[in-house]
């Protein structure tokens, strides 16, 4: 089994580069099942999660053309031969939920497997199939799969009762083909929801209100192709941050949207980090003085994202003091506190908040990346701890993180990669 070796070689130092965001890229493909046409994706993340997306749309029907040495993906859905995403493929990843509309919408019949629970949570799909309902559209249930099934969709309001992102996305992904309009309330703001609804605008859509808590869709009779560039990664961006903030370093990102990490921003200022917003990208310093403790809740974007939390918490246990998180998005998202503890940290959880006594040192030790995050999180806090940190499972980290052991030796930590 690969792992990582890290160790602390300092303060990290000098430039890296943003991905195109995995969690757009995901929806943006599963998107293109609408179109009769060839669509180019640009700034696509050589990762595992897309290599599954890949795999799922050409078990579908679709033309891909894959060209990561460009970051280029060609996807042509004219003949889409299946309504049914393969067990296995859906097993692997829970993004696979994300053909459901595009599916629904273009065949008029979707079978995707029943996603259990994951590392994370139980992240049940009932918005979606709420979502769908509300279309028109007729739910079965059979044996650890569901279906979606309607001739034509038809407009509809829908409310959710939580801001998911994939319920708004596979919402809207259905929607742009029903026949009248569509309103959706308490949708998600994220700006993989905006960057989505810019795509589908570009091949024909007409979706107003993404980035707002209120989408309004026109149906169309049909999209068309286009090309599109995906957003930069913001939880790439934002870990990257605490990398320079964790090793008391200085390091420019480059590749960023500031607007899209503004609470990470806010959060490293408040830990007394520098945060210069230059020209040429995101400057973060930590070598100026000492950093203090803060407290961080997460929330659905604009708040401070559960995606960042178990790398912040990383960096607190860096910081002196008493720092509480509270992580109210997911239920069990605290997997990598043992392992932080592992390394000496001092972390106590008390149903949803975790509180952190930091400063004492951490150590290297071995331990276990349960979840892609968490990885990242315990990847940060060997480049900051005495002697070595192995890491197993690392293939949760690569599922998310492109060149990630390059890109941080690229700004000087020691870290390596043994199979
Ligand atoms: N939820 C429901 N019912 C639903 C859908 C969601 O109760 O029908 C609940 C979930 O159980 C969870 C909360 O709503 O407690 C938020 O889930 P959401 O649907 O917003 O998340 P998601 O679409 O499954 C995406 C990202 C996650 C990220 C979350 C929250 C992708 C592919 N995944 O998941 O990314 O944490 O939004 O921002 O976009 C990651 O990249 O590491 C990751 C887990």
Avoid: W
């Amino acid at each position: 089994m690969a792992k990582f070796l890290v160790e602390n070689k300092g303060p990290l130092r000098g430039e890296v580069t943003i991905s195109g965001a995995k969690n757009a890229v995901l929806p943006i493909m599963a998107a293109t099942i609408l179109a009769s046409e060839e669509c180019v994706i640009q700034d696509v993340p050589d990762l595992r999660d897309v290599d599954v997306m890949c795999q799922i749309l050409e078990s579908l029907g679709v033309k891909v053309n894959a060209d990561f040495s460009n970051n280029r993906l060609s996807l042509n859905a004219a003949e889409i031969l299946y309504n049914e995403t393969p067990h296995e493929l859906a097993k692997r990843m829970r993004a696979s939920i994300l053909t459901m509309g595009p599916l629904l919408a273009r065949t008029g019949s979707a079978v995707v497997a029943l996603p259990g629970g994951c590392a994370i949570g139980a992240r049940p799909i009932d918005l979606h199939l709420k979502g769908f309902e509300a279309l028109g559209a007729e739910i079965i249930f059979s044996d650890n799969q569901v279906e979606a099934r309607a001739d034509r969709l038809k407009g509809g309001r829908i409310y959710l009762d939580y801001p998911s992102v994939g319920a708004t996305e596979n919402i809207i992904t259905a929607a742009v083909l029903a026949e009248g309009t569509t309103i959706i309330e308490n949708v998600a703001e994220e700006p993989e929801i905006v960057d989505l609804a810019n795509y589908l605008n570009k091949m024909g859509a007409k979706i107003k209100g993404a980035g707002t808590d209120t989408i309004k869709i026109e149906g169309v009779e049909r999209l068309h192709g286009t090309t599109h560039t995906v957003i930069p990664d913001r939880i790439e961006t934002g870990t990257f941050m605490v990398a320079a903030a964790i090793t008391r370093g200085d390091v420019l990102i480059k590749n960023v949207v500031p607007d899209h990490v503004r609470p990470v921003i806010a959060k490293l200022k408040e830990c007394g980090c520098t945060v210069e917003d230059t020209i040429d990208g995101l400057r973060v310093k930590a070598d100026t003085g000492r950093l203090t403790a803060t407290d961080i809740k997460t929330l659905p974007y604009p708040g401070f994202p559960t995606d960042m939390q178990s790398q912040f918490m990383a960096l607190l246990t860096t910081v002196e003091g008493k720092s509480t998180v509270i992580e109210t998005v997911f239920e069990n998202r605290y997997m990598h506190i043992t392992e932080l503890n592992r390394m000496g940290a001092d972390i106590v959880t008390d149903g949803r908040s975790a509180v952190v006594h930091g400063g004492a040192p951490l150590h290297g030790a071995s331990v276990m990346s349960t979840d892609l995050r968490a990885g990242a999180a315990l990847v940060l806090a060997g480049l900051a701890a005495s002697g070595v940190t192995e890491i197993s499972e690392i293939y949760h980290i690569e599922r998310g993180y492109t060149e990630f052991v390059e890109k941080l030796r690229g700004i000087g930590a020691d870290i390596r990669r043994e199979d």
